[in-house]
T-cell receptor, first 116, second 113 residues
Framework: GAVVSQHPSRVICKSGTSVKIECRSL??????MFWYRQFPKQSLMLMAT?????????EQGVEKDKFLINHASLTLSTLTVTSAHPEDSSFYIC????????????FGPGTRLTVL | GESVGLHLPTLSVQEGDNSIINCAYS??????FIWYKQESGKGPQFIID?????DKRQGQRVTVLLNKTVKHLSLQIAATQPGDSAVYFC????????????FGKGTTLSVSS
């Protein structure tokens, strides 16, 4: 299947700093990428839909100015958590779809963010 | 809120048993359904999918059943192995490019040998 990577896999930062997470589709072009957040023992919650070359679409309750998304190319989307706080600590997962002529979405390995 | 839910949060089975994980969805417009397996600290891994024009699909050791009448989805794992221990999520979406997935709450499968 298609491969999606994320970097970094784990990050620890101080409260108030910003953290950038990269999501890459390695062997296919992804017009659309999705960002999810997962708290412990919970399901994945969609944060935003990232479309190449246009503004991201955010889900209700997700602050667009806090979670900046950039989808500058068909293989890269970035999520920047600005002025991170401890409540932003979570597992952030991206997915990419539209490759290989199917609608199947492939997920990255996730990024564990811990804000101290 | 989530439109996809699961009946049981945990399922414990013995190695070699067959496992059945259930899922209920509420959006009758959803026409594409996927089962994912998630191991601790990792991203979801695609297991099997099914489109709404089918009611059954089989893979290697796994079968997905779709009952659109009652909006129910199930995942059957044959001869469950310890390596199958993980959290299983069902997800629904519209069969359109660029449409996000809506995930259910997840079922933790524990396989003892």
């Amino acid at each position: 299947g298609a491969v999606v990577s994320q970097h970094p896999s784990r990050v620890i930062c101080k409260s108030g700093t910003s953290v950038k997470i990269e999501c890459r589709s390695l062997d296919f072009q992804a017009t659309t990428m999705f960002w999810y957040r997962q708290f412990p023992k919970q399901s994945l919650m969609l944060m935003a839909t990232s479309n190449e070359g246009s503004k991201a679409t955010y889900e209700q309750g997700v602050e667009k100015d806090k979670f900046l998304i950039n989808h500058a190319s068909l293989t890269l989307s970035t999520l920047t958590v600005t002025s991170a706080h401890p409540e932003d600590s979570s597992f952030y997962i991206c997915s990419a779809g539209g490759g290989q002529g199917t609608d199947t979405q492939y997920f990255g390995p996730g990024t564990r963010l811990t804000v101290l | 809120g989530e439109s996809v839910g699961l009946h049981l949060p945990t399922l414990s089975v013995q190695e070699g048993d067959n496992s059945i994980i259930n899922c209920a969805y509420s959006n009758s417009a959803s026409d594409y359904f996927i089962w994912y397996k998630q191991e601790s600290g990792k991203g979801p891994q695609f297991i099997i999918d099914i489109r709404s024009n089918m009611d059954k699909r089989q893979g290697q050791r796994v079968t997905v059943l779709l009952n659109k009448t009652v909006k129910h989805l199930s995942l059957q794992i044959a001869a469950t192995q310890p390596g199958d221990s993980a959290v299983y999520f069902c997800a629904e979406t519209l069969n359109q490019a660029g449409t996000a997935l809506i995930f259910g709450k997840g079922t933790t499968l524990s396989v003892s040998s």
